[in-house]
Structure formats: structure tokens, C-alpha cells
Nanobody, 127 residues
Framework: EVQLAESGGGLVQAGGSLRLSCVVS????????IGWFRQVPGMVREAISY????????HYVDSVKSRFTISSDSAKNTVFLQIDSLRPEDTAFYFC????????????????????WGQGTQVTVSS
């Protein structure tokens, strides 16, 4: 069974940084893509970034390109999301998700492209 577990969220002042982690377990091969999303209560879940575990290809939505960095550590089965220059509007619940890379690669910003989701981690940015 594929499971994802996020960590690293917390309360941080505006301008600070956080590194979120997503530990992925249960994968039998590396032909998966991992996406990061965030959601504010009452709002739709929005895509942030994607990385292919197979070849390291990454994708970012335009609004976060300059401040967010996605990376992976295959030895630790972990995908990271580095967030710099945090803003109050980054306050949200952050989720990671996994899906077949052949599909996710072309639709990485769609929640429906992913099969497995973590429980999320809260990020709160104070002004």
C-alpha cells in the first residue's frame, strides 16, 4: 500500500523559510510522480509543484516559481518542498500526492491525476 506522510509545517514569520518533507512508502518502482498542493479552508486545492521520481523532471506553477523548490532524495524515499520568503498568503494546509508518472507528467496540476494523498501539514505565516 502506498502511503505518504508530510511533515515540516509550522508557524513562521513572513520572510522566513520552511522545508516540507513527504516520505513515500509502499512504491514498488520509481515510475511515479509526486506533487505538492496546498489548500485554504473553503477554497479549492491548488497545485504548487511536481517532480518525477523516475528522471527528476520538475514543474512549478507560475505563481511560486521564484520561491518554491522541489527536490527528492531517493535513498530516503522523500520529496522536499523548500519555501523561501514566506508570505502570509502562503498560509495553508500543504499536501503531497503520488500518481503514475506517465499520467501525472502531463497533468501535474490536476488533483485527479494523483492516486494517493498524504494527510497534510499546516503552514502558518504571520505578518
Amino acid at each position: 500500500e502506498v502511503q505518504l506522510a508530510e511533515s515540516g509545517g509550522g508557524l513562521v514569520q513572513a520572510g522566513g523559510s520552511l522545508r516540507l518533507s513527504c516520505v513515500v512508502s509502499g512504491l514498488t518502482h520509481d515510475d511515479y510522480g509526486i506533487g505538492w498542493f496546498r489548500q485554504v479552508p473553503g477554497m479549492v486545492r491548488e497545485a504548487i509543484s511536481y517532480i518525477s521520481l523516475r528522471d527528476g523532471t520538475t514543474h512549478y506553477v507560475d505563481s511560486v516559481k521564484s520561491r518554491f523548490t522541489i527536490s527528492s532524495d531517493s535513498a530516503k524515499n522523500t520529496v522536499f518542498l523548500q519555501i523561501d520568503s514566506l508570505r502570509p498568503e502562503d498560509t495553508a494546509f500543504y499536501f503531497c500526492a503520488a500518481g503514475a508518472d506517465a499520467w501525472v507528467r502531463g497533468y501535474s496540476e490536476l488533483t485527479s491525476a494523483y492516486e494517493y494523498w498524504g494527510q497534510g501539514t499546516q503552514v502558518t505565516v504571520s505578518s
